[in-house]
């Protein structure tokens, strides 16, 4: 699908040069397979093994999925872990907020046997005692060889995730060979992401759901944009002045609160649209007629069906 180059892509110098016949570097090329559509694996292939585990992960790499999406935490002890929820209660047998503890601690804990006890139908031995991962284990682990789509996760209660972040993916040489995109619900900490390295292309996450205040309308969790009934062309521009993409939820209580047209303005205005977190085929192929540019999903093989 051809769309125009996001302003924030040009202004980082980048899509120009993406969206010429020929990729010249890695980062050129990442932003032209952004072109395309993109299987992103929501936790790994989560809907299959505990999510964040290595396992969740391995299988989405293997059946070939565009990008391994995880949520990133910082420990007491300043290591960044892969974990999604601000508390350790649903999926591990620990408790309390995650930032509490230190690695080590957390390390102690079990992070698969919840699933076994949710799934009985997909329960696995191999999934008890998986341990909360640590980016350098998954960096270790899958290298060069997959994509990574990171969220800096509650940032303002994990104060120095932003620099912590840009510090490894520069160690482990992630940005320049084009295998990372920053995502964030936070607006000021993708700005800081890419102050310190403008090169990491950022996909600005979005949440709506229904105004309490102004009934029959829609709003935005953050405030980062107007709801969708009243979205303009500035608004999508003022995002696309930092950020390559849009990642936007689908429903709200099984209600779309996003339309085609909206899709299609956003990528208008220069920004891929990616969607979470969609786990049914049929929401995946009326997304796919949409022709958004990228799915969230628990189920990549699924989805994978449908787009290969
Ligand atoms: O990152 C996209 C989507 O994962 C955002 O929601 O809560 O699953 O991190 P959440
Ligand atoms: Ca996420």
Known sequence: MQRLPSLGALSLGLFAAASSVQAQTPLEQQLKDLESFQ?????????????????????????????????????????????????????????????????AEL???????????????????????????????????FGQDARYYLETKSPALNPGVEEGLVRRLEAYDMIETGRVLIQSFDQESLLKIHDLNADIPLIQL???????????????????????????????????????GLGTNYLFDDEPVITEA??????????????????????????????VDGLFTNYPDRLLELTE
């Open 206 to 244: 979005v949440w709506y759901s229904p105004d309490d205040e102004n009934e029959g309308h829609l709003t935005e969790w953050t405030g980062v944009t107007p709801g969708p009934d009243e979205i303009t062309d500035a608004d999508f521009q003022a995002v696309a002045d930092y950020a390559v």
């Open 107 to 141: 390390k102690e804990l079990d992070t698969g046997s919840w699933f076994n006890e949710e799934n009985p139908a997909l329960a696995n031995e191999a999934f008890e005692g998986a341990h909360i991962l640590t980016l350098e284990e998954v960096f270790n682990h």
């Open 262 to 291: 909206f899709v299609h303005q956003a990528q208008e205005n220069g920004l891929a649209v990616h969607v979470y977190t969609v786990n049914d085929a049929n929401e995946m192929q009326r997304l796919l007629d949409w022709g």
């Open 39 to 103: 299987v992103i694996a929501h936790r790994g292939a989560s809907g299959h093994a505990p999510e964040s585990s290595m396992a969740a992960l391995e299988l989405a790499h293997a059946w070939g999925a565009d990008y391994l999406e995880l949520d990133i935490q910082m420990t007491s002890d300043g290591e960044l872990v892969a974990f999604h929820d601000d508390t350790l209660e649903r999926t591990s047998n620990g408790e309390g907020h995650i930032n509490d503890y230190s690695l």
